[in-house]
């Protein structure tokens, strides 16, 4: 179901053909960012950094990835990621 006309669809499917690929990427990495801070904000301030990347983690990968990924990801200690 969509609450979306057919004419103001075409437009849209339009413009978004029209996009180079640097376009394309620039406007996913622009969401992503912006789901990412939505997601950091709604968590708790008193979580662990572990904690903090496994629920960031969980929020937007469960279900596509395997819970030891996910672990993975909540333990790696690498330094350039802020979370």
Known sequence: ???TSPEIEAMVDERYHRMTPD???RIAASMYDTAR???LS????ELTRRERRLAFAKRLYEGELAEAALIA?????GTSDTL
């Open 1 to 3: 179901m969509s609450d």
């Open 23 to 25: 376009e394309r990427v």
């Open 37 to 39: 801070a939505i997601v």
């Open 42 to 45: 709604s968590l708790p301030q």
């Open 73 to 77: 990801y909540a333990e790696w200690e």
